[in-house]
């Protein structure tokens, strides 16, 4: 499934903001353009050789959820629940650099970058990819296209060549959209096209306000018993007041306690 059109008629179907469609259809259409931007060096990824210190890394978040739209909700969506996340790029600084730049997106785990970060893996290589497949998740980098075809390695593919998000039909599920992933998808979008901002404080502010609470959320919709936590489906509805859409937010909630860590 590739995210482009779908996620867009997504978004059209629950009435999101005429104004907000519009610029998403501008994103696309002047897609080419923001890929020349990206790649020539003008946007504020840093020459680092691939090992800056932390401000500059933070630098690269505007530029990276500008060129995705509001598709990043995806990788944001991936980040959060600790999804098996492949990266693919011919030029490996600006792959490299993409992808370190994404554990800052999850500030509420200072060691994800350490943890999560594996780097320039080689197709070819069986006991790379061996090890690779006996984590849980990670944020993997490729310069061999064809990792593309190996469904079964990742839950979302960023093909950062093409700015294009792959997810297999088997991991859809996973990212079923919800009123709380629109609403932070379009607070990233507004955020990152600010004129008046030159680095990324304001988005990892923002990142972690949304983060925040969505965890809050998560720890005050689970009941505590001598066992385990339950997942209060009534505290989930009463909550974001949206029935219909409660299954896709109460499967979203599970996972997101299977990635912090909750027992059941």
């Known amino acids: ?8 008629n997504l978004l059209i179907n629950n009435g999101i903001d005429e104004i907000i469609i519009e ?23 840093p020459d680092s050789g691939g090992h800056g210190d932390d ?21 944001y969506t991936a980040l959060l629940l600790k999804k098996r996340i492949i990266v693919y ?25 350490h943890q999560e970060l594996v780097p320039n893996i080689d197709l070819m290589d069986p006991k790379q990819i061996n090890d690779l497949q006996r984590r849980s998740h990670f944020i993997a980098t490729f310069l061999d296209a064809r990792v593309s075809e190996r469904e079964s390695l990742f839950d979302i593919f960023i093909n950062l060549a093409a700015i294009e998000i792959t997810i297999p039909h088997e991991r859809k599920e996973i990212f079923a959209m919800t009123k709380t992933h629109k609403e932070i998808a379009i607070a990233l979008v507004r955020v990152a096209n600010k004129d008046d901002s030159d680095d990324d404080d304001d988005i990892i502010k923002e990142v972690s ?21 339950i997942l209060d489906d009534d ?30």
Not at 3 to 8: E, F, G, I, Q, R
Not at 55 to 75: A, E, G, M, P, T
Request: net charge positive; aromatic share 12%.
């Open 209 to 229: 306000k949304k983060t925040n609470e969505i965890l809050s959320t998560l720890h005050t919709s689970f009941l505590d018993s001598e066992t385990r936590r």
């Open 23 to 45: 610029q998403k259809r501008f994103s696309f259409d002047n897609k080419d353009k923001l890929k020349r931007e990206f790649l020539s060096g003008n946007s504020s990824f």
């Open 55 to 75: 401000h500059h890394q933070r630098n690269q978040l505007r530029s990276i959820i500008k060129l995705f739209s509001l598709d990043f909700i995806l990788v």
């Open 89 to 113: 790029h011919h030029d490996p600084k600006i792959l490299f650099d993409f992808a370190v730049a994404l554990p800052d997106l999850m500030p509420h785990r200072p060691d994800a970058r």
């Open 235 to 264: 505290r989930l509805e009463e909550r974001f007041n949206s029935s219909p859409s409660s299954l896709n937010l109460k499967q979203f909630y599970w996972n997101l306690a299977l990635a912090e860590g909750f027992k059941f």
């Open 1 to 8: 499934m590739k995210a482009n059109n779908c996620y867009l």
